[in-house]
């Protein structure tokens, strides 16, 4: 998740929504267990 964040922060403009779409594919279960930590906050 870092790296994806590293690009969205310093390619921002080049940014496509296939690369946003595809890596939210790959990596589902990060954002999953992010959602979760969060909610407990």
């Known amino acids: 998740m870092v790296n994806f964040r590293?690009?969205?922060?310093?390619?921002?403009p080049g940014l496509s929504e296939n690369l946003v779409h595809k890596f939210l594919q790959e990596n589902i279960n990060d954002f999953k267990?992010?959602?979760?930590y969060v909610?407990?906050?």
């Open 6 to 12: 590293n690009i969205a922060i310093h390619a921002y």
């Open 33 to 36: 267990d992010f959602l979760k």
């Open 39 to 41: 909610q407990k906050i």
